[in-house]
């Protein structure tokens, strides 16, 4: 029996079965041609539409004369469940029910480079996962701390969905540790929507992503969907973080308008990085530049794209070209204004020494040493010369500076008032206590308990991670008051 033969007995069954589907089937079928077809919320129209589908894929088989081999062989190359990871490239996987890969598609250029001489159909889903992460490992886009990878697993059948993304997270999750990477692990589950399902062809980005730019978009009216499509994830999630006040410049635009202060050219850069921190309290993008001649960095504010703050191969450091003193839309105010003329309180050579560096902090920022609290001091080399990297309170207002560790001069400053002091904030073990109580567990219930400071975040909180029964806690307390303000619970 012909091909043609074939379709033309199967059209007739399914005619004399559904006559008043099968052309709206078919349709949709060729416009949404390999991708998954959004379902609608009405459980009983979702199981009479299954149910003439199976009456078709029956009698197909039936004419073939396949039987049992026949229905294996159609469950095996069935799509049980769409994945895609994101970070600016977007791939999408679509698995079986043995979770074996049956397609990766690269839904951006990006994606087509990372799934070069990658050959995933066959595989199981998790060695293809692994794969794809290494290979985004080695093209440099998880390479800093404030990376994150986005996972998205669309499934009919909701708690495979659920297990899904819980086994994903913690696979991904493993590979960046094991990798020695700083990059977070974002996950979700999502419902077939055929709006989204649009958006995201259009944008050649996952479903995935569009649900959390439609996410965005829900805080912020003014944002659409084709300016937020062409941020990372990264940026996103930081976007999100901060309520979305407005559409931030761009990683492009951040690094041309830094070229541009340092006086450099892109061909003659060997190296450009450029890191989102959109959820700081000076929000901004920080872009290191190296050269034959050194490395520089700068940071620029995420939403004007001015020069906050930067250092240039002609040895000028710390000029701020925007003097921002106005008020931030979070809780405090931000007094930054970041013009640097440079004090040379040191000596000529060597290296002045960390107290002697904190004094020049202390004094430039107005205040005693008896009066700050919090200290951080972390001295690096950098362009040839230490410097130290001071961080400190006094009172509600939070500085960070870096002065050269040779001649003491004032590299940058910052500085940032927030709605409360930090001795009115409540302390690390209280934070413990805080999350331990809500999970209704005691220290002695929990192993790899870690508290780490957010305080320089627009609300300052704690971050409390613990393990216990299984299960990993994962918490952010306030700091002013010790409230809950997030928590996430996955299986260990």
């Known amino acids: 029996m012909t091909d043609q033969e074939l379709e033309r007995r199967l059209c007739t069954a399914v005619d004399h079965a559904v006559p008043d589907q099968l052309q709206s089937i078919l349709s949709r079928c060729e416009e949404r041609k390999g991708t998954v077809i959004p379902m609608t919320e009405n459980t009983k129209k979702n199981k009479r539409r299954f149910a003439r589908m199976a009456v078709a894929a029956c009698l197909a088989l039936l004419l073939v004369g396949g039987g049992a081999a026949g229905v294996l062989n159609m469950q095996a190359n069935a799509v049980a469940s769409v994945i895609s990871l994101d970070v600016n490239p977007s791939i999408e996987l679509q698995v079986n029910k043995k979770e074996e890969v049956l397609s990766a598609t690269p839904l951006n250029a990006e994606a087509e480079e990372i799934l070069t001489d990658l050959p995933l159909e066959g595989t199981d889903l998790n060695v293809a996962v692994n794969a794809i992460v290494g290979s985004l490992l080695r093209h440099g886009y998880l390479d800093s701390i404030s990376s994150a990878i986005l996972i998205s697993v669309e499934d009919q059948d909701q708690a ?14 493993t590979a960046l540790q094991n990798a020695q990477s700083g990059a977070s692990v974002l996950s979700q589950t999502l419902t077939q929507d055929t709006q989204l399902d649009t958006f995201a062809q259009a944008n050649n980005i996952s479903v995935g992503k569009a649900s959390l730019i439609q996410s ?23 976007l999100a973080e901060a309520g979305a006040p407005a559409l931030p410049v761009g990683r492009d635009a951040a690094a041309a308008a830094a070229l541009s202060y340092m006086g450099i050219s892109q061909a003659d850069a060997r190296k450009i990085e450029v890191d989102a921190e959109l959820d700081e309290w000076q929000p901004c993008y920080e872009v290191e530049v190296e050269m034959t001649s050194g490395e520089y960095e700068c940071a620029v504010d995420a939403y004007t794209g001015e020069i906050l703050w930067g250092n240039k191969p002609n ?154 029964g299984g299960v990993e806690y994962d918490y952010e307390i306030d700091a002013a008051n010790g409230s809950v303000l997030r928590y996430n619970q996955e299986r260990d």
């Open 216 to 238: 965005i978009m829900g805080l912020n009216s003014a944002l659409t969907f084709e300016d937020l499509s062409v941020l990372s994830v990264e940026e996103l999630s930081q």
């Open 315 to 468: 040895g000028s450091t710390g000029t701020n070209t925007s003097t921002s003193t106005g008020a931030n839309t979070g809780t405090g105010t931000n007094t930054s204004t970041g013009t640097n003329t440079g004090t040379n309180t040191g000596t000529s050579s060597g290296d002045i020494g960390e107290e002697k560096a904190k004094s020049i902090a202390y004094a430039d920022a107005g205040i005693s040493a008896s009066s700050a609290t919090n200290v951080k001091v972390e001295r690096d080399w950098d362009d040839g010369r230490w410097e130290y990297e001071i961080e400190f309170w006094s009172g509600s207002t939070e500085y960070d500076y870096k002065i050269s560790g040779t001649d003491g001069r004032v590299l940058e400053r910052e500085s940032k008032t927030h709605a409360v002091s930090i001795d009115s904030m409540i302390t690390a073990a209280q934070a413990r206590d805080a999350a331990l109580a809500h999970a209704g567990l005691s220290a002695s219930d929990v192993w790899d308990l870690d508290v780490s400071e957010e305080l320089d975040k627009r609300t300052p909180y704690y971050e409390v991670e613990f393990k216990s």
């Open 160 to 173: 495979r969905a659920t297990r899904l993304e819980q086994s994903l997270t913690t696979e991904v999750g």
